[in-house]
């Protein structure tokens, strides 16, 4: 018998059940291993940069959403320290390539540093615009296989719209934060008065649904994903 929270699987889960977790299924064992924990053993922060990168279990599943997807060309938006691209790029072959944009100069520099320590500066280039500046930029590249949002909530949409026709049939769109930290369903009855980010993640998921094979696994921060129809 489950009652709606446990049916939900977030009844379960507290600090301890993730961190066994992790510790098994999310453990870093092999060449990205230094970078990995030089990461994740800077008390989640590193040279002042806000501690809002994925979870080592969410890592491991965009890992493996991506070799799943045979993922060769690869397109994400937020880099931060560089901490999902390294997962990102566990997944890939070894004529694979991550285009990873940050509009951040101070991120950039430490995503460099950290894609240096790994030995995998060849493989993956930091693009350093905004997200939407870099759409035009990135076409010439694709088509792509896998695209990973996590930067900008108010631009989900765009990116959404643009991954439709820069993706390969069936290629596969994700998203992070698709709940929105709670906010998802701010002001559902007042369309009118709904912020841009608000309105950026409900038009995401309104594209995913409608033009890709879709659902929203309901990780802590929500993760949406659809392979493209
Ligand atoms: C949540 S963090 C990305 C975390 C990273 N994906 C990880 O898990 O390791 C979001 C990043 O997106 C960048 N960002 C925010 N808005 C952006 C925009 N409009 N264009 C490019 N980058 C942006 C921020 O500077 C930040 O580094």
């Known amino acids: ?89 566990k997944a890939l072959p070894k004529d694979g390539h991550l285009w990873t944009v940050e509009f951040n100069p101070d991120h950039a520099k430490v995503a460099r540093s950290v894609f240096n320590k790994a030995g995998l500066s060849e493989k993956v280039t930091i693009v350093e615009m905004s997200g939407v500046d870099s759409l035009s930029h990135l076409s010439s590249s694709g088509p792509f296989d896998v695209i990973f949002l996590d930067a900008d909530k108010e631009s989900y949409g765009v990116y959404a719209d643009w991954a439709v026709d820069n993706l390969r049939k069936a290629g596969l769109l994700l998203g992070d934060n698709a709940l929105l930290f709670g906010e998802l369903l701010d002001d559902i009855e007042n369309p009118n008065t709904i912020n841009e980010r608000v309105k950026g993640m409900r038009n995401f998921h309104k594209i995913l649904s409608e033009k890709f094979v879709s659902t929203c696994l309901l990780t802590p921060e929500g993760l949406g994903v659809g392979l493209l129809k």
């Not at 453990?27 to 590193?46: M, Q, R």
């Open 1 to 89: 018998m489950t009652d709606l929270e446990t049916d939900k699987g977030y009844g379960y889960l507290n600090k301890d059940v993730i961190e066994w977790l992790s510790n098994l299924h999310a453990k870093e064992n092999d060449a990205h291993k230094d970078a990995l924990s030089y990461l994740n053993n800077s008390n989640n922060t590193l040279e002042g940069l806000p501690a809002i990168q994925i979870s080592p279990l969410d890592g491991r599943l965009i890992e493996i959403l991506c070799r799943l997807s045979n993922a060769k060309n690869v397109v994400e938006f937020g880099t931060l320290s560089g901490y999902s691209a390294l997962w990102i790029l």
